[in-house]
């Protein structure tokens, strides 16, 4: 099928909605296309944070571009999976055009385009988003109205989800410790803002700077916003890739049983793709290989008492798992938000990170034998055929502003190059 908006052809969009329910005609078109196309491999990529079809397909564009060339007598067909998920317009993205609210000359509110995206992500909840930006606008002193900022975002976000996503919202580390559970709501709004106003200023500072002043908690508010928003769709991207991809793969192999699947997810895309792992048919061994970039979930995730675990063996291939210390956006801000509250070591530090951390940031964690190697090592290869494989991709995933730092560096022909290895297509 040819798209006039995409870089490689056969290209195919399967959309999901919130519950992981399928568009049933993409999902006909796509059968159907697949098992008369003579497509032998299937990239199938789940996007992160984008707040839209468009966003999520210039992303799929831009890094499926340089495969066919790469891989020129193989018979490759792409999927671009889309789900409700948003981004905050105020977040750089490497190479792609900066929306007027990313400047931080002032203290961050709500923007149109981000309002427009909460509208949209969060239906039904107009009033509560109108009063969430005005407290934004105007910052009152009085720190009942920061109460009343938290108590709104716990409003907007549903921190107790109806339906099918409730099972889905915690990961869990080796220790059995919940790792998704919204621990920026069990202490006060105040304190938890002025902890993401201490990490901002931490990231806004160069080298050297000395200590910051005390921050004033109204400067961590729309962080409070933003994570929380991501813990929406951490839990969401769970439920899509348990209930909607991983059973569309099932009926993928038995009508196509020859096509090889290769999952490939940024962000919380990777944590969709690995759900999807859980949501296969007994039986079903067509996935050849998952690779993950940047993935926005417990580094714990496929470990022994992991939300996950075990789940690496469903794949007749490796799970490929890139990271980079240049993500901001896992290194800080995701363990902060994991462990807002209770953690009597401090919410900044060594200890949380290795606690609360991400894929994104470390790679996969506390799974025996776990291969590691530098990307340039990886891209030499082979690859192991089978299990984890941490892939240090710094070397490339190094660009991008604060808070998310490299989070959404990810377009580059080296990890293009990366998923071809893995799924050993050529």
């Known amino acids: 099928m040819a798209d006039p908006a995409m870089s490689v052809t056969p290209y195919w969009e399967l959309t999901f909605d919130a519950d992981g329910d399928v568009d049933g005609g993409q999902r006909d078109r796509l059968l159907t296309g697949v098992k008369r196309g003579g497509v032998r491999d299937l990239v199938v990529f789940s996007h992160g944070w984008n707040s839209d079809r468009s966003g999520a397909t210039r992303l799929y564009s831009r890094f499926l571009a340089p495969i066919p060339a790469l891989a020129p007598a193989a018979r490759i067909g792409y999927v671009g999976v889309v789900w409700p998920s948003m981004r905050f317009s105020d977040e750089p993205i490497p190479d792609l055009p900066r929306s007027t609210a990313a400047a931080r000359t002032r203290p961050p509110t709500l923007d149109g385009e981000t309002r427009h995206a909460l509208l949209e992500t969060f239906p039904g909840r107009a009033t509560v988003v109108d009063r969430i930006a005005r407290l934004l ?7 009942a109205e920061l109460e009343e900022f938290g108590r709104l975002v716990r409003l907007l976000v549903d921190v107790v989800p109806p339906g099918p996503q409730a099972l889905f919202g915690a990961d869990t580390l080796a220790e059995g410790v919940p790792q998704d559970e919204p621990e920026m709501f069990a202490c006060p709004t105040a304190v938890a803002c002025e902890e993401f106003a201490r ?3 931490g990231l806004d500072s160069a080298p050297g700077d000395g200590e910051f002043a005390l921050p004033n908690p109204w400067d961590g ?34 009508v196509a049983p020859a096509v090889r699947v290769h999952l490939v997810g940024h962000s919380f895309g990777g944590r969709l ?5 859980r949501g296969l048919p007994d039986g079903v061994r067509t996935v050849k290989s998952v690779t993950l970039l940047q993935g926005a979930f417990s580094h714990y995730a496929f470990a022994s008492r992991g939300v996950l675990q075990g789940q690496q063996n469903r794949i007749d291939g490796p799970l490929v798992c890139c990271y980079s210390r240049f993500d901001q956006a896992l290194s ?3 363990p902060l938000a994991s462990r807002m509250a209770g953690d009597a070591r401090g919410l900044v530090g060594e200890a949380l990170g290795v606690q609360w951390g991400a894929l994104g940031h470390d790679g996969v964690q506390a799974v025996p034998g776990t291969h590691a190697c530098m990307l340039a090592d990886a891209l030499a290869g082979p690859l192991p055929t089978s299990g984890c494989v941490n892939v240090d991709a710094a070397s490339v995933v190094r660009r991008g502003g604060a808070p998310a730092g490299a989070h959404s560096d990810i377009v580059h022909p080296e990890l293009a190059r990366l998923v071809l290895a893995a799924g050993r297509i050529r």
């Open 273 to 277: 793709v690995s759900f999807a792992l």
């Open 137 to 143: 606008e105007q910052r009152p002193p009085e720190e």
């Open 221 to 254: 508010a729309h962080e409070l916003l933003r994570q929380a928003t991501y813990y929406t769709m951490k839990r969401r991207a769970g439920t899509v890739g348990e209930r909607g991809l991983g059973p569309f793969v099932g009926r993928l192999a038995a």
């Open 332 to 334: 800080t801000m995701y």
């Open 199 to 201: 990490a901002l200023s």
